[in-house]
Every structure is written in C-alpha cells, then in structure tokens.
C-alpha cells in the first residue's frame, strides 16, 4: 500500500493511474500530430503546446477518479469499467468545455479533443482489457500471513473472502491453543521461524490478529519477520487502511492517541480548508441560484407549506446551528415532534422531494451555512440533537466526530448508503473518524470527486 497524504492506496491502483495518465498524454499528442497531417502543417515541437496536452490528460484522470474508474468494481469487471469510462470520458468533455470557455489557450483545438477523445477510450479499453485478461484480480491482491485463529483471525477471512476484496490470505498461524475459530490454521508449535514461514508463503504482510496478546506476542520471531523487508501490522491499524474505517470492535483510545493522525486542527491546514469554503460556496451559490429557484417553485406547487426548512443540528465542538435545507417532505412529517430516522422509500417524501434529493438539489441551500462557517463542503453529516444524544450514549468516541465541522459531504457519505438506525450510524462513525483522523486536502479532493460519482449514481440518497 502506498500512503498519500495519510490515505492509502494500493500500489497497484497508482502505477495503473499512472499508466493510463501517460496514455492520456500519448492519445493528446497523437491527436495533435493526426489532425496536423490532415490539415497540412507542421505539428512542431511539443514545446509549443505542453499546456492543452497536459490539461486534457489531467481533466480526464480526475474524470476517471470521480465515476469511480479506480474503484474495486471497475478494477475487476471489464463492462462495469467500459461505463464508467464512457461516463469518465463525457464528464472530461465537459470540464473541458469549461476550461476552453475561460482560458482558450489552455485546451486543444475542438477537431483535436475529437481525435483526442476516441484515442483516449481505445487506449484506456485496450489497457484495461489487458490487465483483466492477463493478471486480472490477482494484480491488486495483497498476500497476508495472519497471526492468530480466533474470532478476529475470522473476521479478516471474511474480509477476503467479500466480492471485490484486494486481500489474499495465505495462511493463518494459531499463537495459542486456545484459538481455533479458523480452520486449517497451523499451530505456532509447528513454526520454526515465522520469518522463514512468511517468506516461504510469499506473504508481503503480516497481520496480528490474536484474542490476548500478553505473553503470545513473540517480539524477537516479529523483529526477524520485519527485517527479512516483510512488513508487521497491528489489526486495528490494518483494518484502518484496508477498510477506510476507524474499526470500533479493535480500537482502543490508545491506539487512537498514539498512532499518526487528528491534525485537521493545524493551522495551515485550517485556513486553506476556510479559504477553499468560501470561494466554493461563493461559486456554487451564483451558480445554483437558477436550480434553488427551479426547484423552490416546483415544490411550491407540488404541495402545501414552505419552500424552505429550518432545523437545528450539532456541529464543531457539539455547538448548536441550524441548518436551511429546501423542503423535500410534507409539512406534518414529524407531526408528534419527535425526530424519526429516515428510511428507504420514506412516504413523508414528496414527489418533487424524491427528485430534488436524488439530485442532492435539496442541500443547494446549505452553501450559506459554509460560508458563514458553520460548515464546511467536506466532513462528517451533522445530526439532529435528539440522534446525538442517543448515539453519544449508545456509540463509543461518537464525541470525537465533531472535532471536525460537519460537512456537505463526507468521507462517510460516499461510502455508506443514509444511515437510518443506530447500526448504520455506527458504521458511518467509523467512516467519519478515519476522515477526521487522516485529514488533508488530497482526502478533501478525493472525496468531492467522488461525490460526483454519488450524484450520478444515487444508490444511497433517500
């Protein structure tokens, strides 16, 4: 796993988005030198046009991140990644309308995009037919020597063995006769040396996954293990990076106080994050008006009540604010005044109120909150105070997750369908603590791409 900016991703998935940025680069110029032939001129040197080559590449690799071209789905599933790629693809023409619309300059000729454009997706099929056809799901696999056969060591068999996992377990060593929840797990006795065994396995990882860890923890065989170049992880620690989650059930507060993390709090990180929130609020703001219009008007028709809602929630340090949000649900939808969970095909929701929150149109009005500064674009969803107090009392650290300003969208939001009960909501704190733990503006963009993803394929809005 290669850590960027505090995230993981696989070595594998980076050289491959390395590899398809090169092709991308290769298609433009190739474009540039086709186009140049036809017309009868020289193409000239490289020099001369570096900008639109690298504009063009660059806007389609972020268009390939926000459909999701990296993701487990399209990494295995040549059809599921021809999609996304045409979908990848349109959204580049797009972007690139934009750039072109700003700065001429900075983008290629449009009969160059054109050629460009149908280069591209056959360089980038042809790349992904290859890997699929010639490595396939081995390619992103992990080899993983698990220390321990008990109810944890089960939980990670499980994890590999889910569709899509990147893990490959190639074996599992029981430290104690106690543990016996794996089957076929070799007892410690029968390991002379665990270096020696998780070099003859071809394991690039070992994981420590036992029940009790006093007196079972061989320091001198893990000390041998770690210099042979086989790297040593903790469960809590490997769960983190394998998931993108803060695992409740082996996390302790130690390990959240010692290891790397919860610096979103520093100063240069704090104002780039401000800044950023009030020139994109600013944006979206002028530039949604016409849909916050559109839409106020058509939910004005559709039923009776206020265009918008006000309604308190929690936000950073617990602070109360309140929200304004265009209302998607009738009027008497919490008639009783107690707050009621969400649920999926929620009959409180209005016609347009399903068309609006599939659209994410409903939370348009939310940039206000950002640029006053009681939210920000990216971060954990605030809560109603009712749910925080319940899930204070019910979740452990559920406190710790408004040491970040509530967002738009978040790292728990693009990986979680909506929450609607306590089980849910435990889920998405583990999401949202591994974004308020690994913070930066790489994370920060990673998750606004993906929120594009999200907004074109809305399996979780409700």
Not at 77 to 93: D, E, K, Q, Y
Not at 180 to 195: E, F, I, K, Q, Y
Not at 309 to 316: A, F, K, T
Not at 399 to 407: D, L, N, T
């Amino acid at each position: 796993m290669f850590r960027l900016f505090k995230h993981y991703v696989p070595h594998a998935v980076v050289w491959l988005a390395l590899f398809e940025f090169a092709a991308l680069l290769v298609s433009a110029e190739a474009a540039w030198h086709l186009y140049a032939h036809q017309a009868g001129f020289d193409a000239g040197p490289l020099a001369g046009r570096w900008l639109p080559v690298v504009t063009f590449a660059l806007s389609n690799s972020l268009a390939m991140m926000a459909v999701g071209m990296y993701g487990t789905e399209a990494l295995r599933a040549m059809g599921f990644a021809t999609a996304r790629l045409l979908a990848a693809i349109s959204l580049g023409v797009i972007f690139l309308s934009v750039v072109g619309f700003l700065l001429p300059d900075a983008t290629l000729w449009r009969a160059n995009s054109l050629y460009a454009m149908a280069l591209a997706i056959a360089a980038l099929l042809l790349i992904r037919l290859a890997l699929t056809q010639s490595a396939g799901a081995d390619a992103f696999r992990r080899r993983i020597l698990v220390l321990g056969a008990g109810p944890r060591a089960a939980r990670l068999a499980a994890l590999a063995e889910a569709p899509g996992s990147g893990l490959g377990i190639v074996g599992f060593v029981a430290m104690t006769k106690a543990e016996h929840a794996v089957s076929g797990a070799v007892p410690r006795a029968s390991v002379p040396s665990l270096a020696d065994h998780a070099v003859a396995l071809g394991a690039g990882e070992v994981v420590l996954a036992m029940e009790e860890r006093r007196g079972a923890l061989p320091l001198a065989d893990l000390l041998r293990v770690k210099t042979t170049g086989v790297h040593v992880n903790e469960m809590a620690s490997f769960l983190e990076r394998e998931t993108g989650r803060v695992d409740l059930a082996t996390t302790n507060p130690s390990f959240l106080i010692f290891s790397d993390g919860f610096s979103a709090g520093q100063r240069i990180a704090k104002v780039s994050k401000r800044l950023f929130d009030i020139a994109a609020s600013l944006a979206v703001l002028v530039i949604g008006l016409p849909l916050i219009l559109i839409a106020g008007i058509a939910v004005k028709l559709d039923s009776k009540g206020p265009i918008f809602y006000r309604q308190p929630r929690v936000g950073l340090f617990g602070e109360p604010y309140n929200i304004v949000k265009i209302r998607s649900m009738r009027t008497d939808a919490e008639a009783a005044g107690k707050a009621v969970w969400a649920s999926a095909n929620d009959p409180r929701v209005t016609r347009v109120g399903h068309i609006i929150r599939k659209l994410r149109i409903d939370e348009l009005p939310q940039t206000w909150c950002v640029l006053k500064g009681e939210m920000s674009f990216v971060g954990p969803r605030p809560e109603r105070p009712s749910f925080v107090e319940e899930l204070t009392r019910e979740l452990p650290y559920y406190a710790e997750r408004h040491m970040v300003k509530p967002g738009l969208t978040g790292w728990a939001q693009i990986n979680y369908p909506y929450g609607a009960s306590v089980e849910d909501a435990r889920v998405k704190l583990e999401y949202d603590l591994y974004y308020a733990k690994n913070y930066s503006p790489f994370l920060d963009l990673l998750i606004l791409l993906q929120t594009v993803r999200v907004v074109l394929w809305p399996e979780g809005a409700r």
